[in-house]
């Protein structure tokens, strides 16, 4: 169900041509033709291990770009909401990040995505910077409708049971983001710059695969093996944190939101998936 009709906001999105990161000549005559309340950037360059390769243009797309949107919003006298990454976290935490904890990111899609914030928070004092995880819904690619096509084609797979973190439905993040564009109309301001939102309890990749695979056999649906393995045996370019997990209290405290436990987010999507509904 589309989020903002709702929440009685009109949400305009805007892209490729029309704005493009990599070219900054492209943003003001976008924000001039639409006239926005409040600008949220959740586009980035997301290629975590493509990145490594190019972290030029990594920066250019997830650092300079949000840089010049928080200057252009801040001259036009508007917020902006910059979504950041669980990635900006060194992963070997023992408990749940929280705001206050010190960023290491150990990758340069980590570290733009991290300049990309400082850059917001010094660009304009209107600002928010929330930072989300292990993002699926129906829509673009993830890893659970990646999972399900797998399936499709193979009895078993091998998936990294080390890494953990919070499975987020995306619509549950566009929920978290009406619910403070809420409170910013109503108090005329943010209570505070930086928040973590992410899906309830914590997953490992191999949990998460499970969880998918149980959902779509009881309706009929492709399902795999899932044998449990460590990252070493799936070696990437870019070393993903071992443990990302997000304390969302914060956000919850100051917008009365939280998103949906993962286990219940997950298997809805799957239902979804399998019904092929689309709204
Ligand atoms: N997915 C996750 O698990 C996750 C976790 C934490 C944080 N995040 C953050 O959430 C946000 C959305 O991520 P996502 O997973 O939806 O990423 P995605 O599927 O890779 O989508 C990225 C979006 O950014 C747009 N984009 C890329 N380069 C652009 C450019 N030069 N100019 C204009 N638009 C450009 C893409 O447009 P095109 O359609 O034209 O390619 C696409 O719509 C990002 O800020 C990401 O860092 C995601």
């Known amino acids: 169900m589309p989020r903002a009709p709702r ?37 980035a360059h997301t290629g975590v291990d493509q990145q490594e390769d190019e972290p030029e243009r990594a920066f250019r797309i997830n650092a300079e770009a949000p840089a010049e949107l928080a ?11 910059q979504i950041s990454t669980d990635y900006v976290f060194d992963g070997t935490s023992m408990r749940p990040y929280v705001e206050a904890d010190k960023p290491n990111p150990q990758t340069v899609y980590g570290r733009s995505k991290l300049a ?36 499709e084609k193979h009895d078993s797979l091998q998936v990294v049971a080390d890494q953990f973190g919070n499975p987020t439905e995306a619509h549950d993040l566009a929920d978290g983001l009406l619910a403070a564009a809420a409170v910013w109309r109503r108090q005329g301001g943010f209570p505070q710059g930086l928040y973590h939102l992410a899906g309830q309890g914590r997953a490992s990749w191999h949990e998460l695969a499970g969880h998918v695979f149980a959902v ?3 309706l009929d649906g492709p399902s795999a093996l899932v044998e449990p393995v460590g990252s070493e045996q799936w070696p990437a370019k870019a070393a ?38 689309k709204d």
């Open 216 to 218: 779509s056999a009881s």
């Open 71 to 81: 200057r252009l919003t801040r001259l036009a006298g508007i917020p902006i909401i």
């Open 116 to 151: 990309g914030e400082e850059a917001v928070r010094a660009g304009n004092p209107d600002h928010l910077v929330v930072r989300t995880a292990w993002v699926v819904s129906r829509y673009g690619r993830n890893f659970v409708k990646t999972m399900l096509s797998l399936a």
């Open 7 to 43: 929440d009685r906001a009109e949400i305009v999105l805007v892209g490729r041509p029309d704005l493009d990161l990599e070219n900054p000549a492209t943003f003001a005559p976008v924000l001039k033709s639409v006239a926005p309340d409040m600008v949220i950037n959740a586009a």
């Open 240 to 277: 993903r944190p071992a443990n990302s997990e997000l304390s969302s209290d914060a956000f919850f405290s100051d917008f009365g939101y939280r998103a949906g436990a993962w286990k219940d987010r997950v298997g809805a999507l799957v239902v979804e998936l399998r019904a092929g509904t």
